[in-house]
Each structure stands twice: as C-alpha cells, then as structure tokens.
C-alpha cells in the first residue's frame, strides 16, 4: 500500500467531526509503508516543530490503519497540544471502542475530558475504568479531586477514604483529605487525616499550613502556631500566607489581619457557594432579602444604588439585584471577586476592604441608597470606623443591612473574639454606635445564620438608616 490512491475514501466519523479545518480534506497525503513509519514520521515532524504537520501524517495513518490505537492515542496528545481537547477526547473513545479494556487508554480519555471542560462526562469515564480495574490509584486520586472541584465533597472524601486504605504510606491523599475535611467541619478527622500525612513527609509546608488551620478552627491557639510557624520555616517565602493567620493568632481583640480574611476566602473560592449552602446551611441572603423587602417600598425596587461588601461570590448579590438599578461588589480575596464576576449580578466589582470602599468609592459611585453586608461584621470586632463610613457614604434616608453573630450568653462585652475566630456583638452595642453618628435603627430581628459543627449559630439581622 504506497499511495493515498489506495486507501479507504473516507475517514472515521469522529475524525471527519473535528471542527477545524481538516487538511486531508482539501489535498491527500501520501500514507508511509507501515502505520509503525507513520507514526515515527509524525514524531519527527512534531520534535522538528510542526505540530501541524505530524498531525496530518498521522491522521493520514489512521486513513490506511483504522484500528491502529497507538496511532489515536498519539494524534489524541498532538491534539491536546494544539488546544482541540474534545477532539483528542473523541479520538481517545474511538480507541476505547477499539480496545476496550486497555486501562491506558480509558485513564488518558477521562484525563482528557476533565481538561475539555466536561467533568460530568470525565467522572464517568473514571468510574468506567474504575469497575475494569478497582483499586487503580491514579484513577482514584483524579477522581477524588474532580468530585471536590465539582463539588461533590462527600463522595471526594469517600473515594479519598478508599485510597488512603489501599496505600496507607502515600502523603498525597490523606494531605488532600484532610484539607476537604476542613472545609466540611469535620474538624477532628482533618487533624488526625493531616498528622498521618505528615508522618509520612514531615517536611511538607502544605500539610503543617492546613493542619494550623484545623488548630484554630478548633480553638487550639498553641498547636495551631506550632503547626503554622513549622510551614513557614520550610516555606520562607511565604507563598501559602502563613503569616497572615498568623498574624491573626497574635492580633488585638478588634479585628482580624485582612492578610487572614484574604488567604481564608481565597483558599475557598471555587467551593465556596456550595460549602455555604449545603454544609454550613448558610441563611445570611435570604435574611437579607426578607429585610429588604420589608424596609423598601415597591415602587423602589429595581431604582437603588447598592454596595455588596464583603460579596463573596455573589450569593448576597442575587438576592440585591432585584432591589438595584446599580450594584457594586467589594471583597478582600481577589479569587472571590473573580468567581463574582462570573455571575454577572454586579455592574461593578472591587478588591478592597470595606471601611476604605464607603470611603472612596467604587468604580466612581461614593454615594449608595442602600449597603449590604452579610456574614462581614463576624471578621470586624471594633465597628466604629464601619459606622462612621455608612454614615457619610450612605444616601439621606439609605440603609445598611447586616448579618451579625449574637455573644455567647453571659457575655459582658460589646464585641468579643471568639474561639471559631469570628466575633459575636452585642445589639445595644451597634445600635449605640449608630446613633453617635446620625443613624436608626429600623429593624432588628434574632435568626439562626447558620451551622457551626452541626449546631446552629445565633445571631441577629439589623437594619440601620441614615437620618
């Protein structure tokens, strides 16, 4: 067989697919002798810098070869090369249709379709390899991170759960467990998970962090700066911010380091909606929403200038956005504002902290007829320079909205830090304070804001108004 003259006429269906220009189509190429010569002539052509080129020779193999898998597998990673991912995930499952069982290629075809955008299908396709092949962990370990990327964390820490049983001396994944146990409150687990990974490699900065972490969510300071001072003397250049919760372990009473705010919300960022929602149960929108729609008029609706502080990813901008004609978003954590600026609720969107925002405006606008701030004053502990801002920035006759946590009871104190790292305040504190600067209080309401370690949290909704 020595000329295109002789070989089938027409290329497979999911090769004649692919959505870019097909150079067989428009002039044919002379297939070598033997698809191993195709094959090794396409890699010369991709090592000498043609990509382009070592694909058409290879797709011209696959014109004389059609059930060549070694040649699928290679056009698939040219493929990915040039940036045409479903293509190469096409080209990978016209493999599998071919062979089956061949664990390699359905490993490369799910590692293939998580990099195309498709993790639903990428899933699929490790659970597939996973019923030929139990036990696989590489299969395992994608798998468990795909589950945590899309959110499925209790699936995550079950596959991860598995991996760490079938080779308990790998670091890798009881290291990964344990940050998702964290996030999921399972506090303690998290801290036995991270010491286990540390066994196995002490020397890993990302294990101490997390487990620093852990600490202070348990309220164990010592331990957690322990842990947290061992991660930044194997990172000295901080690239995990490890100063910042450290900072916040050594921090005043009054407020908390915005270095810790920023690195805690981004460490969160693309889970975060999911971990507020369906772990913590988060109702701090829908109390925002609930006061709005008792304190602003209909005829109002839709004609506010509004201000998200602390917006997150925008779950307190949903339900703004029915009240606003313009609604600004400020964050401290950058990766927040890019998971907001993705929902497309706000005509504006800001890294910057809350007191500085009111003050200089955002994106031009200093003037707002209404400021929410839901699950904010929990990271500020003296209020004061908040109060002061809302009454200059905030419109006569504007509003401030706010979720706050109540004071464990007994409590004399206007605010106090407490050992979850949040501060709880006192009602007659804030409303005290808003009447030193021109302000009323229009609605105060006890609610439960959320789950904290599977208990309720008790906190309050306040509505101030600028006289």
């Not at 946590?405 to 409590?411: D, I, K, V, W």
């Amino acid at each position: 067989m020595s000329s295109a003259s002789s070989l089938p006429s027409a290329l497979p269906p999911f090769l004649a697919a692919i959505p870019d220009s097909n150079p067989l189509a428009q002039q044919p190429l002379d297939a070598p002798l033997g698809a191993g010569d195709g094959m090794a002539a396409a890699l010369a052509l991709h090592e000498a810098g043609a990509p382009g080129a070592a694909l058409e020779r290879l797709l011209a193999v696959l014109r004389g070869w059609p059930s060549e898998t070694e040649a699928y597998l290679l056009a698939s990673e040219m493929l990915l090369e040039l940036g045409r991912s479903m293509a190469a995930a096409n080209c990978l499952a016209r493999a599998i249709a071919l062979a089956p069982g061949d664990i390699r290629l359905r490993l490369a075809h799910a590692e293939t379709l998580a990099r195309a955008g498709r993790p639903a299908a990428a899933i699929a396709g490790y659970q597939a390899l996973l019923r030929l092949r139990p036990g696989h962990a590489g299969a395992l370990l994608a798998l468990a991170r795909l589950l945590a990327v899309t959110g499925e964390t209790a699936r995550a820490a079950g596959t991860y759960r598995e991996l760490c049983r079938l080779d308990p001396r790998d670091p890798e994944p009881a290291r990964e467990l344990g940050v998702l146990l964290i996030g999921l409150e399972q506090l303690p687990e998290a801290v036995e998970t991270l010491q286990r990974a540390l066994r196995l490699a002490p020397d890993t900065a990302e294990a101490h962090a997390h487990l620093g972490r852990a600490w202070m969510l348990l309220g164990e300071r010592e331990k957690a700066r322990n842990s947290l001072a061992h991660a930044l003397e194997i990172d000295s250049g901080d690239r995990l911010g490890v100063q910042g919760l450290l900072d916040a372990l050594e921090a005043p009473s009054d407020s908390l380091p915005p270095a810790y705010v920023r690195h805690l919300f981004d460490q969160y960022a693309e889970n975060f909606d999911k971990a507020l929602l369906e772990v913590l149960d988060y109702q701090g929108p829908r109390l925002l929403r609930r006061a709005l729609d008792r304190l602003v008029p209909i005829d109002r609706h839709g004609q506010l200038d509004m201000l998200d502080i602390g917006c997150g990813t925008g779950l307190t901008g949903r339900e703004l956005r029915p009240f606003a004609r313009h609604l600004a978003g400020i964050d401290l954590a950058p990766r927040m504002i890019d998971q907001a600026a993705r929902t497309g609720v706000y005509d504006a969107l800001a890294v910057a902290d809350a007191v500085t925002a009111l003050r200089d405006g955002v994106d031009g606008q200093r003037r707002w007829d209404a400021v929410a701030a839901g699950d904010v004053l929990v990271y500020l502990g003296d209020l004061a320079p908040l109060i002061e801002a809302l009454a200059t920035a905030l419109n006569p006759g504007g509003l401030f909205l706010a979720t706050a946590e109540a004071l464990p009871e007994g409590t004399d104190a206007p605010w106090l830090l407490k050992p979850t790292r949040r501060f709880g305040h006192a009602e007659g504190y804030i409303a005290k304070l808003a009447v030193e600067h021109g302000l009323s209080v229009v609605l105060i309401e006890k609610a439960v804001l959320r789950l904290e370690r599977r208990q309720p949290v008790q906190g309050f909704v306040i509505a101030l108004q600028r006289n």
